[in-house]
C-alpha cells in the first residue's frame, strides 16, 4: 500500500522558516518523482516544488525560487521541503505528492493531475 505522511507544518511569524517532511512508501520513493503542492483557501491547488530520484533535478514555482528547497533522502524514503523568508501569502495547506511515471520524463512535471499519490496534508500558516 502507497502511502505518504507530512509533517512539519505550523504557524510562523513573516520571515520564519519551517521544514516539511514527507515520508514515503518505499515503492512509489524508488520509482517516483516527489512533488510538493499547497493549496490556499479559495484557491487551486498549485505546483510548488518538485525533484527527480537523483536529487540532482529539481523544479520550483517562481512565486517560492529563492525561498524554498527541496531535497530527499532516498536511505529514508523522505522528502524535505525547507521553507525560509515565509510570507503570509504561503499560508496554504502544503501536500506530498509521487508521480509514478515521473522518471520516464525528463523534467519535473508541475500538473497537479500528473501526480497519482497524495499525503494528507499539513497546514502551514505564516501570520504575525
Known amino acids: 500500500q502507497v502511502q505518504l505522511e507530512e509533517s512539519g507544518g505550523g504557524l510562523v511569524q513573516p520571515g520564519g522558516s519551517l521544514r516539511l517532511s514527507c515520508a514515503a512508501s518505499?515503492?512509489?520513493?524508488?520509482?517516483?518523482?516527489m512533488g510538493w503542492f499547497r493549496q490556499a483557501p479559495g484557491k487551486e491547488r498549485e505546483f510548488v516544488a518538485g525533484i527527480r530520484w537523483s536529487g540532482r533535478i529539481t523544479a520550483y514555482a517562481d512565486s517560492v525560487k529563492g525561498r524554498f528547497t527541496i531535497s530527499r533522502d532516498n536511505a529514508k524514503n523522505t522528502v524535505y521541503l525547507q521553507m525560509n523568508s515565509l510570507k503570509p501569502e504561503d499560508t496554504a495547506v502544503y501536500f506530498c505528492?509521487?508521480?509514478?511515471?515521473?522518471?520516464?520524463?525528463?523534467?519535473?512535471?508541475?500538473?497537479?493531475?500528473?501526480?497519482?499519490?497524495w499525503g494528507q496534508g499539513t497546514q502551514v500558516t505564516v501570520s504575525s
Open positions: 518505499a515503492s512509489i520513493f524508488n520509482n517516483g518523482v
Open positions: 505528492a509521487a508521480d509514478s511515471e515521473g522518471m520516464l520524463h525528463t523534467n519535473v512535471r508541475v500538473t497537479s493531475g500528473e501526480y497519482d499519490y
